[in-house]
């Protein structure tokens, strides 16, 4: 079993539509929580922390974090074209390492 | 804030020859950096935890010696990849962490291409 497992796409949403996606971790001690949003031949930008169960917001963008299922999701409200991407789920496990999922292909289409 | 940099963001080199890459932290000190590397189509792999002042911790698989890390200032951390091959070509991005935050800003990589 991977340590982070991320739904394997790719997604396409249409334009202002609620994209979701999804990440799953193996490790149960993990304690923190991060998505990227990485664009073609670019490194990755931070967008989201959770460390708490329940829901994160900020802006558009929606983290919810269920340790009792080891899982964690990303919703992108209003998705734009711009949110076109490869997102990766990161999770820092119980032993300091940041461990990334293989990411998930997103386009929006206008 | 939390403003990462590399230099230089592409690199051509051939084949034995050595490559250095330079990852600093402009707005904050960072304890802690990391260096990953980014093959076509796949995730991010870590290479390397650098530690300000101590030796680097590998991953396993990775050679020490043909990868050499040096974190000698707050700010800055180096990756040297001695004696490149062409199954080296990669692209090597660096993080660093702000202070005991577990929240990683990555650089904006460097590809290196090995002829």
């Known amino acids: 079993q991977k340590e982070v497992e991320q739904n394997s796409g790719p997604l396409s949403v249409p334009e202002g539509a609620i994209a979701s996606l999804n990440c799953t971790y193996s490790d149960r001690g993990s304690q923190s929580f991060f998505w990227y949003r990485q664009y073609s031949g670019k490194s990755p930008e931070l967008i989201m922390s959770i460390y708490s169960n329940g829901d994160k917001e900020d802006g558009r963008f929606t983290a919810q974090l269920n340790k009792a299922s080891q899982y964690v999701s990303l919703l992108i409200r209003d998705s734009q074209p711009s949110d076109s991407a490869t997102y990766l789920c990161a999770v820092r496990t119980s032993y300091g390492k940041l461990t990334f999922g293989q990411g998930t292909i997103l386009t929006v289409h206008p | 804030g939390a403003v990462v940099s590399q230099h230089p963001s592409w690199v051509i080199c051939k084949s034995g020859t050595s490559v250095k890459i330079e990852c600093r932290s402009l707005?904050?000190?960072?304890?802690?950096m990391f260096w990953y590397r980014q093959f076509p189509k796949q995730s991010l792999m870590l290479m390397a935890t650098?530690?300000?002042?101590?030796?680097?911790?590998?991953e396993q698989g990775v050679e020490k010696d043909k990868f050499l890390i040096n974190h000698a200032s707050l700010t800055l951390s180096t990756l040297t990849v001695t004696s490149a091959h062409p199954e080296d070509s990669s692209f090597y991005i660096c993080?660093?962490?702000?202070?005991?935050?577990?929240?990683?800003?990555f650089g904006p990589g460097t590809r290196l291409t090995v002829t």
């Open positions: 650098s530690n300000e002042g101590s030796k680097a911790t590998y």
């Open positions: 707005d904050f000190q960072a304890t802690t």
């Open positions: 993080s660093a962490r702000q202070g005991s935050s577990y929240e990683q800003y």
